[in-house]
């Protein structure tokens, strides 16, 4: 029995010469390190070792690997499609202090025997800490929304419009979509990787596979049926009623899915159109007696088959009516720009290059028609800048449009009825809003400002018509840039407010040679 208890009473005083033991051990062991600011052993930054740095140190190692990359450029590619960016162009940034203060602070609270812990843990398995990246969305949406633009493989959904007594349906063809939230995380691991000194500059950018789905007819039907209404307007409310012409199927509904089976890429169903008495342009000026807004831009009238394109699309917009709170559609007015409605091959914008396009040129009218609406105050809903510079206005004033993908709309933000009138004569074009003043109106001022030059590319033809080393310019090219642009609101001269309206970023244009000599 006294064994037992001898035994017993030296275990509690090893137990307690140990406890004292590793008390003194953490003692000392906690006093070193709380001298030293420095970060413990074993600690990286995105893989990236900081041991024994302190914040300064850390940050500067850490922020010279990123500023080395912010100017490498990283291709996007799709098949034999590719466009360049770089970090700096959407303007990367990371949180690099609050990183590199979290790995300072490790093993540095206030109790002694949880940092000793922690610092022995990190010591022996080490910890890795992850930077988080910010990138301006706004930029790369844009960049984004441009990528598949030439795409021969890309999805086209189904579509449908109205051309005078025949809607006519588009079918869609099956293609790819691009996965941007995949090809942010691939981005991010391309970062990731640079930083750390690996040379990998290209990403193949991440689709899905969609398919347009069936074309519902009974859902188009009830879409575009109207009755007839004329139009109205009560001078005391100044309340407009714009007439409206009744639509709809000039057969059945059977005879229209007859029609559906048929293995076509285009359908036309007739229509019975029904006529208003009394139609919106018979009621006079007197619902929009005041100009709200006015916008011109140039164009070269002698370029005859620009020309008539951007009459076609201004006598689409001419007189188009919104009441308060409607949405206008520049493709759902205009229409398609193809050859059966007038319109001509004019120079457009393709893959950074000037290509000839049939409705070449109508993107100068949705363009002034957006400067135009911004001066009226009015609510813009979608709007996309064009893939390279334009001429015609100042970057980050543009809006571009393709009938099936990109559209131009704005809303009736106003308290009244509002009118587009539209005019394209002697090399000059002109799109005003006319409407009833409002209470309280405001002097609107447009500015853009270019954040970036984007030198142009050169690319080289050879052609076996040149003598060696012979060289042509065969297209001029022009730099790419970014950009802010912004609305200042006025009263009075006072102003109001300063907002952005948009940050856009725009591809170089190719310069093309020819030469008679293979690069």
Known sequence: ?????????????????????????STIFALLNSGNSNIINNIRINNIDVSGLNQVQAEEKIQNKISAIMNDKIVLKHREHEKEITLKQIEFTTNLKDKVYEACTIGRNKNIIENNYKILNTIIKGENLDLTFKFNDKIVNSIYSNLDEEWEDKFVDNSYYIEDDKLIIVKGTAGVVINKEELQTKLNELIINKIQGKDINEIDIPTQTNEPELINIEKIREEIYKEAKDASYDKKTSTLQTHVEGVDFAITMDEAKEILQEDKDEYQIPLQITKPDITTDKLGEEAFPEQLSSFSTRYDASNVNRATNIELAVNAINGKVLLPGETFSFNGTVGPRTKAKGYLLAGAYSAGELVESYGGGVCQVSSTI??????????????????????????????????????????????????????????????????????????????????????????????????????????????????????????????????????????????????????
């Open 370 to 519: 957006y400067d135009s609406v911004l001066y009226a105050n009015l609510e813009i809903v979608q709007r996309s800048n064009h893939s390279s510079v334009v001429s015609y206005v100042d970057p980050g004033l543009d809006a571009t449009v393709s009938y099936g993908s990109k559209d131009f709309k704005f809303k009736n933000s106003r308290k009244y009825a509002i009118k587009i009138k539209a005019e394209a004569k002697n090399g000059i074009l002109t799109v005003q809003i006319w409407g009833i003043p409002e209470e309280e109106e405001y002097e609107i001022e447009l500015s853009s400002e270019v954040t970036e030059v984007i030198p142009c590319n050169t690319k080289y033809v050879y052609d076996s018509s040149l003598a060696p080393e012979q060289e042509i310019i065969n297209a001029m090219g022009a730099n790419g840039a970014k950009s802010i642009a912004y609305k200042t609101v006025k009263k009075n001269g006072t102003v109001i407010s300063k907002t952005v309206i948009s940050e856009d970023s725009y591809n170089p244009m190719t310069k093309v040679i020819k030469t008679g000599t293979r690069h």
């Open 1 to 25: 029995m006294k064994r037992k208890s001898n035994k017993k009473i030296v275990l509690i005083y090893v137990a307690a010469i140990i406890i004292v033991i590793f008390g003194i051990f």
